[in-house]
């Protein structure tokens, strides 16, 4: 049985400097479990984009989930330093792009 890495996307990007995360799925290993999208993003278009992945609300949707083992944080850099300090107390992996 294969292991997979489970990855939580928060994304507090402006829709211009967005990070667009490719086909986690073709990456062997990895799974994108759940995305959180800055506010004014559509659900139907947060799920076109991300259709495996649970579209959540709130960033502890993801970083209290005993499931995700790698969060990757696209952020402004005002606010990505303490949204990572969260992600690290939690005991998760962060990536910050």
Known sequence: MEAFKNIGLIEFGVPEKRFRLGSVSSLKGYKLRKVL???????????????QAE?????????QDEDIDLVIVSAPSRTDLPLVGEVLRAGKNVRIV
């Open 55 to 63: 579209i959540v609300q709130d960033k502890r949707e993801i970083i």
């Open 37 to 51: 999208l800055p506010e004014g993003h559509s659900a139907q278009s947060a799920r076109s984009q991300y259709p």
